[in-house]
Nanobody
Framework: VQLQACGGGLVQAGGFLRLSCAAS????????MAWFRRPPGTEREFVGA????????SYADSVRGRFTISRDIAKNTVFLQMNSLKSEDTAVYYC????????????????WGQGTQVTVSS
């Protein structure tokens, strides 16, 4: 499984960004795709996840209502739409994948993309 994340950048507080994660190397129908982030000086944390069928999603409390995860099945790509960005959303964002249902623990995800930096200026 290969995951390629992109779309990070610098944005002002209140703005928006959309991250993409292109997945390859497998049929992902039984997979969960997740986003994690690592703010400066802290541990990597769960942001949200989506079961590939699209039926179930889960979000961290800190982003619920502002961030949305979706996927394009034809392109094997998962998106993280981030609206109403805050300075505390500044982090390196990672996409990850696991076979099976949604989990929030980093250790449950064997497949990771490279990080993409998101910086929100206040």
């Amino acid at each position: 499984v290969q995951l390629q994340a992109c779309g990070g950048g610098l944005v002002q507080a209140g703005g928006f960004l959309r991250l993409s994660c292109a997945a390859s190397g497998r049929t992902f129908s039984s997979y969960t795709m997740a986003w994690f982030r690592r703010p400066p000086g802290t541990e990597r944390e769960f942001v949200g996840a989506l079961v590939w069928s699209g039926r179930y999603t889960s979000y961290a409390d800190s982003v619920r209502g502002r961030f949305t995860i979706s996927r394009d099945i034809a392109k094997n790509t998962v998106f993280l739409q981030m609206n109403s960005l805050k300075s505390e959303d500044t982090a390196v964002y990672y996409c990850a994948a696991r076979e099976g249902g949604i989990r929030r623990d980093i250790e449950e995800y064997p497949y990771w993309g490279q990080g993409t930096q998101v910086t929100v200026s206040s």
